[in-house]
Structure formats: structure tokens, C-alpha cells
């Protein structure tokens, strides 16, 4: 949704002053929505839901043991808090939770709050969040040495992983490793 043109990214490289709000678009398994990590999770049986879910009902976590959160760059505060308050996570992505939104589920659209430079320039991070793993990490996206780290509710990777799901050797050492958290 955020990608969307005109939307964020189109007031980001400053052609639109008040491009901060956009219309819901249909999900796509694209690069930069962590497709192939869905598509391999969802062969593996992993239950999903979506971003409108845990927006819609924050609790909806609580049901599972441990919850595997792709590129969620743009949440709402209602997702943050429910995500941060989870006791094991697994930041797949760098990037997650990088920028505040606000969700009007019936006319279908998204607004920018805080993150990304915005409303102010030095604000990066949206939530301010502490363990915000976006730079240098979100760019390294050979993820030659991918690591997985300890952080306080859960673990972050230390690249973008988007195509280790293309690659058998490392794809298999992943999703042991995410068995095994």
C-alpha cells in the first residue's frame, strides 16, 4: 500500500507535498512485501494473517507462541504496542515497524503519522523504537553472513532475506533456525 504511486514514496522524493495519505491496494508477493517469504512460510503450513488483522484486533497475537513478522514497515500503534508486547518474535525483515500510520478501514486508506523524515527531518523511526534495526541493515540484501540476534522480546536478522528464499542451502539453515526459536 505505502509503495503506491503517488502515495509515500512520491512525497518522500518530493514531487507531492501532501502525498501522506493513499488507498488500500491488493497485496502482491512482490519483492519489497516480502512475497517469497510468505509464499515459503505458507508452503511450510505457517498459519497467516495480516497487518488489517492485528490492526482490527491488537490480541489476535496472543494466540500464538511465536509470531514470525515480515516487512511491516508501515504499522499502526495498535500493531507496534501488540508486535513489541509479544514475548518471541522473529523480525525476519529490517525495516519492520520503522513508521507510524493511521488505518480508515471504510474509506480504505492509509496516512502517515510519523516516520521517515516526517512530519519533522530528523525523525527517522516513527515509534522512536529502541531496537529499530533499519540502518545499515535493510540495504544489505546479498545477506552473505546472515545472523540472527537476541533482542528483548524476541530475534532480528541482520540483513534484508528476501532472496535467501531463492537459494536451497541457506533457505534450508533459515527456516531450521526458525523452527527452532
Known amino acids: 500500500i505505502a509503495y503506491s504511486e503517488p502515495g509515500f514514496y512520491t512525497y518522500?522524493?518530493?514531487?507531492?507535498?501532501?502525498?501522506?495519505?493513499?488507498?488500500?491496494?491488493?497485496?502482491?508477493?512482490?519483492?519489497?512485501?516480502?512475497?517469497?517469504?510468505?509464499q515459503a512460510l505458507t508452503l511450510l503450513g505457517y498459519p497467516t494473517i495480516s497487518d488489517v488483522d492485528i490492526d482490527k484486533n491488537p490480541t489476535i497475537l496472543q494466540q500464538f507462541d511465536k509470531v514470525i513478522l515480515l516487512h511491516?514497515?508501515?504499522?499502526?500503534?495498535?500493531?507496534?504496542?501488540?508486535?513489541?508486547?509479544?514475548?518471541?518474535?522473529?523480525?525476519?525483515?529490517?525495516?519492520?515497524?520503522?513508521?507510524?500510520?493511521?488505518v480508515n478501514?471504510?474509506?480504505?486508506?492509509?496516512?502517515?503519522?510519523?516516520?521517515h523524515n516526517y512530519p519533522e527531518p530528523e525523525i527517522k523511526n516513527g515509534f522512536e523504537w529502541e531496537f529499530d534495526n533499519t540502518h545499515p541493515y535493510e540495504f544489505d540484501?546479498?545477506?552473505?553472513?546472515?545472523?540472527?540476534?537476541?533482542?528483548?522480546?524476541?530475534?532480528?536478522?541482520?540483513?534484508?532475506?528476501?532472496?535467501?528464499?531463492?537459494?536451497g542451502g541457506q533457505l534450508f539453515t533459515l527456516l531450521k533456525t526458525i523452527k527452532d526459536l
Not at 500503534?77 to 525476519?92: C, G, N, S, W
Not at 553472513?145 to 541482520?158: A, L, R, S
Request: hydrophobic share 35%.
Open 12 to 38: 518522500y522524493r518530493g514531487e507531492c507535498d501532501d502525498c501522506i495519505t493513499t488507498k488500500f491496494a491488493h497485496p502482491s508477493s512482490s519483492y519489497a512485501s516480502s512475497g517469497m517469504a510468505y
Open 72 to 102: 511491516s514497515e508501515y504499522v499502526t500503534r495498535a500493531m507496534f504496542d501488540a508486535i513489541t508486547k509479544h514475548p518471541k518474535v522473529l523480525y525476519l525483515y529490517p525495516n519492520a515497524l520503522y513508521a507510524e500510520i493511521e
Open 105 to 115: 478501514h471504510v474509506d480504505e486508506t492509509i496516512t502517515l503519522i510519523r516516520g
Open 141 to 167: 540484501k546479498e545477506c552473505a553472513v546472515m545472523k540472527i540476534y537476541k533482542i528483548k522480546n524476541g530475534w532480528m536478522t541482520n540483513c534484508y532475506p528476501e532472496n535467501v528464499f531463492l537459494k
